[in-house]
Each structure stands twice: as structure tokens, then as C-alpha cells.
């Protein structure tokens, strides 16, 4: 089976809607975890198998776009997020003899980070695992493309985003539950994530 990479998105803006609603190790594991150089192919092959998930979600789509059934548009979009985590789940991986040693390590520390985002900092993870702090720093970023702190923000903002769409929690206390006290730094980061005010997404 290919699937065509189209400068890194999908059809109604799916994977600019995973990228905001999904924690940063998902992220990281669609740009990272199926190899460096599948980044730079136009296309990345699967191996056929039998009662395929992928090949029936991919049919579901199909139906879904040519049928125009109400809601179409809305269940094409819930079928593409499901059909880019069974890609990611199905892709052959490298054997793990062949993933470095540092890469083991930054996603390890993307799934602390989406799972203790509201207090985790570098000096703690540095702490755990016995490294330097700026050693560890710079490895990660090497690995993930951005700074700690960086990652850090955005499964904040993503957790954020989540909960001001989906509850009517304060957006305050949102602020507070992610982890994040300085209000205006987080409407801005917020704006520049989001191209929108926390405001405006709660409508």
C-alpha cells in the first residue's frame, strides 16, 4: 500500500487539526519515528496484510466522500485522524538495535512531558535520568528539532486547546491546570499555536 505524502498534510486540513489536538509525542512519532529519510520521499510503503485496518478505514473515507451523506465532511475528517494512527501503529519501525541511543531517550522524555506536562522541567528529567542539564538540552533538541521548553508550551497549549473547546472550565483555571501562570504569555503563545485567542475558540 502507498500513501502520498503532499508536503506533509491531508485533505481538510487534517493533519493541521492533529498537530493542535494531539500530544507532542504523536507528533513526534509522525515526523520522527518512521525514519528521517521517509521525511524528504514523496511516498511511504506498507505492507499489504490480510483484514488490514488501514484498508478499511480507507474505504469508509471513500464512501463517506462519494455517498455526500449529511455530516460527511465531519466523519471524513474523524476517519482521517483514526487512518493516520493506524499508519503510525502499522508503519515497520527499525529494529530497536538500530534506534540510537538518544533517540530512545527523547521519546521517553516526550511521553513525560505529555503526561506531566503541568510540572515537568528539564532539571527534573535531567535529574532522572543522571544527565547534565545542558547536555541533555541540546540532545534533545537535536532529536525532536525544538527546545525543551518549546515542546513543553505546545503540549501545554494542545491540553489547553482541548479543554477550552470541549468544557466550560474558567479559562483561568484552564491556565492553571496546564501549567502556565504568565496570562500573557499564554494568549500569545496561544495566538501564534493557534492563529486564534482562546476566546474565540470557546464560542
Do not use: C, W
Not at 541533555?136 to 479543554?163: D, P
Request: charged share 25%.
Amino acid at each position: 500500500m502507498l500513501v502520498k505524502i503532499v508536503g506533509k498534510t491531508i485533505s481538510v486540513n487534517l493533519l493541521s487539526d492533529l498537530r493542535r489536538n494531539n500530544s507532542v509525542l504523536y507528533d513526534f512519532l509522525i515526523s520522527h519515528a518512521v525514519g528521517k529519510k521517509a521525511i524528504h520521499a514523496d511516498f511511504l510503503l506498507f505492507p499489504k496484510k490480510r483484514g488490514s485496518e488501514i484498508k478499511e478505514t480507507i474505504e469508509h473515507i471513500i464512501d463517506e466522500y462519494f455517498l455526500k451523506r449529511d455530516f460527511s465532511n465531519s466523519v471524513i475528517k474523524s476517519y482521517l485522524s483514526i487512518l493516520l494512527t493506524q499508519l503510525v501503529r502499522e508503519y515497520p519501525l527499525e529494529k530497536n538495535d538500530q534506534i540510537s541511543k538518544s533517540q530512545k531517550l527523547a521519546t521517553e522524555i516526550l511521553k513525560i512531558i505529555s503526561q506531566k506536562f503541568r510540572t515537568i522541567t528539564l532539571k527534573k528529567v535531567a535529574k532522572q535520568y543522571n544527565y547534565n542539564e545542558n547536555y541533555l538540552s541540546n540532545l534533545f533538541k537535536e532529536e525532536v528539532g525544538k527546545t525543551f521548553s518549546e515542546i513543553l508550551t505546545q503540549e501545554r497549549l494542545i491540553q489547553a486547546h482541548s479543554m477550552i473547546t470541549n468544557t466550560i472550565i474558567p479559562i483561568t483555571a484552564i491556565m492553571e491546570r496546564v501549567g502556565i501562570s504568565n496570562k500573557t504569555f499564554f494568549y500569545n503563545k496561544y495566538k501564534e499555536f493557534y492563529h486564534s485567542t482562546p476566546g474565540e475558540d470557546r464560542k
